[in-house]
Each structure stands twice: as structure tokens, then as C-alpha cells.
């Protein structure tokens, strides 16, 4: 699978495009763009490589993770999948916003599919191992593509780093279980694709990470 980013809203969420070359299916993952024109790139990829936008992916229902997962959902047809205990983090997203100071008007979220740990979706014939990655919020998933060595972790584990526990519904116990359990227990080479950040692999973490060892 090719994998494109884009670095998006003021707290510098990466928006990333799962697809395979010109024509292809697609599967956007934690598409959190707030502006115009963040939406416009992200778009204008799309029709550029003439995608199939086939789902939007949410490893977790944080503002900046899902400011336009309805907006993308509605455009392509096609459904939002996250984990059904953030479901109530959908509904509180503009209160997120506000939190956050964010000046930009947030509708709350609707999970149209519920996605549990163990569950495999296809995306151009390639498997995507849902992995269940409580901890920063309590419906937390993790994105694993075992064909292309890959693992997209939303805000559970970062480079040297780990995801908030401090915010509603956190907690730290969890998360350190889901980056034991589930992310350190992927082969050593896999490339950790961050929701914030640069990119890490499991090895690395497993060796160098502060927090959680
Ligand atoms: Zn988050």
C-alpha cells in the first residue's frame, strides 16, 4: 500500500491516505483538516490519482483527528469507522473544540461502523488488522497492515513518546497495556505511523521509548 500524509490543523495532525497507485481504492485515516484549503489538498489528491475513496478510518475521536470525517464521508459515500466507546466522544466534539480554543465550528460525530480489536478490513485485496489500543481514549484502535509493514497508531504511541492520558476518558494503565500487548508485540521492523510527529518502528519504541519499555 502507498501511504500519503498531510500535516493538517493548528495542533499538527497527520492526515493519511491509504491507497495503491492511479485508480485505486482508498481509505483515509484520521482526517482531521479544519480549513478550507486543508480540505481542498486532501481532495484534490483524490481526484488527481482518480481514487475510490472506499471508507474513513478514526483510530480515535479526538477534534483533531475527526474535524472532517462527516465532510469526507459525505463527499465519497462512503461510512466513518471508529471504536464504539468513543462513541460519546463523537457527540462531544464541538465541546472539544471549545476546549481546545479551536475557532472553527465542529458538528458532533456519528459512527456509522463500530470496529473492534481482532477485526480485518480489505483495501485494494490487502488486509487491515483492527487493533484495539485503549488507553489515550477508551475506544482507541490501531490500524495494522501486516503486507506492507505498517501500523497506524493515532495518538497511542509517538517517537520516544506516548499519548495524553490526562484528557476525559484517559488512562494510563490501558494505553501502557495496549503499547505492551499490541503494538510491541508487532514484528521489531514494523514502521509506527504516529498521529502527530515523525514515524518510529516497533524496535526503536521497544528500545528507546521513556515512557513505556
Ligand atoms: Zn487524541
Same mark, same amino acid.
Given at each position: 500500500m502507498k501511504i500519503s500524509k498531510f500535516v493538517v490543523n493548528p495542533f499538527g495532525e497527520n492526515t493519511y491516505i491509504l491507497w495503491n497507485g492511479e485508480g485505486s481504492e482508498a481509505a483515509i485515516v @484520521?482526517?482531521?483538516?479544519?480549513?478550507e484549503e486543508e480540505r481542498t489538498a486532501v481532495d484534490d489528491f483524490v481526484s488527481k490519482n482518480k481514487l475510490s475513496v472506499k471508507m474513513v478510518l478514526l483510530t480515535h475521536v479526538h477534534c483533531d483527528h475527526a474535524a472532517s470525517a462527516r465532510y469526507l464521508a459525505d463527499k465519497y459515500g462512503v461510512k466513518v469507522y471508529a471504536g464504539e466507546a468513543d462513541r460519546p466522544l463523537g457527540q462531544a466534539l464541538p465541546v472539544q473544540a471549545q476546549m481546545f480554543g479551536i475557532d472553527v465550528k465542529i458538528m458532533p460525530l456519528d459512527i456509522d461502523m463500530t470496529v473492534s480489536g481482532n477485526d480485518v478490513l480489505t483495501l485494494n485485496g490487502e488486509e487491515i488488522k483492527v487493533l484495539a489500543t485503549p488507553g489515550h481514549t477508551p475506544g482507541g484502535v490501531s490500524f495494522y497492515l501486516p503486507d506492507s509493514g505498517v501500523v497506524l497508531v493515532g495518538d497511542t504511541l509517538f517517537y520516544q513518546s506516548i499519548g495524553r492520558t490526562d484528557l476525559p476518558g484517559g488512562d494510563y494503565r490501558a494505553i501502557a497495556d495496549s503499547i505492551k500487548?499490541? %503494538?510491541?508485540? %508487532?514484528?521489531? @521492523?514494523t514502521v509506527v505511523l504516529t498521529g502527530h510527529g515523525s514515524s518510529t518502528t516497533v524496535d526503536d519504541e521497544k528500545s528507546f521509548n521513556p515512557y513505556v519499555r
Open positions: @484520521d482526517p482531521g483538516m479544519m480549513h500487548n499490541e %503494538l510491541y508485540t %508487532l514484528p521489531g @521492523d
